[in-house]
């Protein structure tokens, strides 16, 4: 089974790892192998994900015999026993997610969604820069910025804030630059407060879901939510980061 990891195929990602983890607890600890249909199940699904476009081609990828293997790996690093070959993903996956089994599923449905309704844009998924990439994967990354770059949610977001009398950043109460007329919203942008295992699919994103950020807090927030490896709302960044708020 080994020889399926040196072939030259791609590390996992934090997508695929969060499917196979997925497999594993659902199992209860007991390991299928590569002639399981669930296996061959998330065979089939790791190799229609639009992360690996080039090693897709190979019969090598992620083929049973790999997904066994990984089941193996996910276990190893679950019971503690036989630590040999891990990876850092393995681990860090098994750290942050290993007791959450609920959570998985959640993610994992919703990292399945978004592949079976042809929605995630590959584009979308490779724009996502390591340091922007949440702990739950970039399929579900690039899932939370197409929610919150609808144009038309922005401007209603914005025009919402103005009545309100609150037209500020919602971290750092920037508000909008008086200078220009036509610069004055330029630095306004839309952020999902939503953390992302709860996005439902085939959901609408609604105002509410919405905080105002200026530019600057969006590129901190989205940071935070990477370096903490957690969700992090407007109102935990302000006190994060000693913002006047
Ligand atoms: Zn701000
Ligand atoms: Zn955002």
Known sequence: MAATQG??????????TILALNLYLSVGGQVPGPDDPKVIALSERLRALPVHREAVKRDTFRNPAGVAFKLQNIRQVATGSGLGNVSAMDRSTWEEFGGSPLLVQRMANAIADQVASGEAVEAEITAVADDEEFAEGRVLTALHRRRERVPKLRGLLITKRRAEGRLTCECCGAGPWSGHPEMALAGFEAHHVTPLAEYKPGAVTRLRDLALLCATCHRLIHRAINVERRWVFPA??????????
């Open 7 to 16: 072939h030259g195929n791609p590390n996992w990602t934090r997508d695929e």
């Open 236 to 245: 935990q960044l302000s006190e994060m980061l000693g913002m006047p708020s």
